[in-house]
């Protein structure tokens, strides 16, 4: 009875992954951005934990792998997704876009068809067992929904042009299906000389000071700073992956 119930405790959690998604795409279709952002946040810590629980109580199953892909898909590729969409359709639009204000919105939209990409390489790439190639979806995710609830008066009062959004969508797509080489946060142990452990206690540090100084804006900067040190660590070690 007792593995009866332990087997499915990953999956659980994985669904309670895509609950969470299906409820930050809800608030953000009504504009409800912190709560998005706050839905999006607990997806991802099931999603960390739908993967310890897995090992910890060796309940694999190719139908988890699966439940989880299209979790994430939802949680940090569709949600995301409403997030930029309502954003653009809140926006001002200046008297030379005025025909496409009603169909431009839907850039937002290619957030949700690259992690959609990012999830399918993710799942063949025997290359990502202890690193990333390309930015996890969570982290884009992430960085879209706190940049939104962080800077919404300054997005929504016409001092960004919304092109400015969507080359910065281009940009972030791109980066999901990109082949730039991403740190794991992943502890082996918490020692300070462990496999690559210097640097994630860089990162945590200077991720503590720009949350505790930018708060819901910290951690649009937080993703912003992954990006970055796993670009200058990569160059500088000549890991290419």
Same mark, same amino acid.
């Given at each position: 009875?007792?593995?009866?119930?332990?087997?499915?405790?990953?999956?659980?959690?994985?669904?309670?992954? %895509? !609950?969470?998604?299906?409820? /930050? *795409?809800?608030?953000? &279709?009504? #504009?409800?951005?912190?709560? @998005? =952002? %706050? !839905?999006?946040?607990?997806? /991802? *810590?099931?999603?960390? &934990?739908? #993967?310890?629980?897995?090992? @910890? =109580?060796?309940?694999?199953?190719?139908?988890?792998?699966?439940?989880?892909?299209?979790?994430?898909?939802?949680?940090?590729?569709?949600?995301?997704?409403?997030?930029?969409?309502?954003?653009?359709?809140?926006?001002?639009?200046?008297?030379?876009?005025?025909?496409?204000?009603?169909?431009?919105?839907?850039?937002?939209?290619?957030?949700?068809?690259?992690?959609?990409?990012?999830?399918?390489?993710?799942?063949?790439?025997?290359?990502?067992?202890?690193?990333?190639?390309?930015?996890?979806?969570?982290?884009?995710?992430?960085?879209?929904?706190?940049?939104?609830?962080?800077?919404?008066?300054?997005?929504?009062?016409?001092?960004?042009?919304?092109?400015?959004?969507?080359?910065?969508?281009?940009?972030?797509?791109?980066?999901?299906?990109?082949?730039?080489?991403?740190?794991?946060?992943?502890?082996?142990?918490?020692?300070?000389?462990?496999?690559?452990?210097?640097?994630?206690?860089?990162?945590?540090?200077?991720?503590?000071?720009?949350?505790?100084?930018?708060?819901?804006?910290?951690?649009?900067?937080?993703?912003?700073?992954?990006?970055?040190?796993?670009?200058?660590?990569?160059?500088?070690?000549?890991?290419?992956?």
């Amino acid at each position: 009875m007792a593995n009866h119930i332990t087997r499915h405790i990953p999956n659980t959690l994985t669904s309670l992954n %895509l !609950f969470s998604g299906c409820m /930050a *795409a809800v608030f953000a &279709f009504e #504009g409800h951005y912190h709560l @998005a =952002l %706050l !839905f999006i946040i607990v997806g /991802a *810590a099931f999603d960390f &934990f739908d #993967g310890l629980a897995a090992r @910890a =109580l060796h309940a694999y199953s190719p139908i988890g792998k699966d439940l989880d892909s299209l979790a994430d898909m939802v949680s940090f590729g569709v949600a995301p997704s409403t997030v930029v969409f309502s954003l653009l359709r809140e926006m001002p639009y200046p008297p030379s876009m005025e025909m496409m204000e009603s169909y431009f919105p839907m850039a937002g939209f290619l957030i949700a068809v690259f992690s959609g990409l990012r999830l399918a390489k993710f799942n063949n790439d025997t290359r990502q067992t202890t690193s990333f190639i390309g930015l996890p979806v969570p982290a884009h995710a992430l960085f879209w929904a706190s940049t939104v609830a962080g800077f919404h008066p300054l997005l929504t009062d016409g001092s960004v042009h919304p092109l400015v959004v969507v080359a910065v969508v281009c940009l972030s797509s791109w980066l999901l299906v990109s082949e730039v080489p991403m740190f794991s946060l992943k502890f082996k142990d918490l020692s300070w000389k462990g496999s690559g452990n210097k640097l994630r206690f860089l990162f945590l540090a200077v991720c503590g000071v720009l949350l505790a100084c930018l708060q819901v804006k910290g951690l649009a900067a937080c993703i912003v700073w992954y990006v970055l040190l796993s670009t200058m660590t990569a160059r500088h070690t000549g890991d290419r992956h």
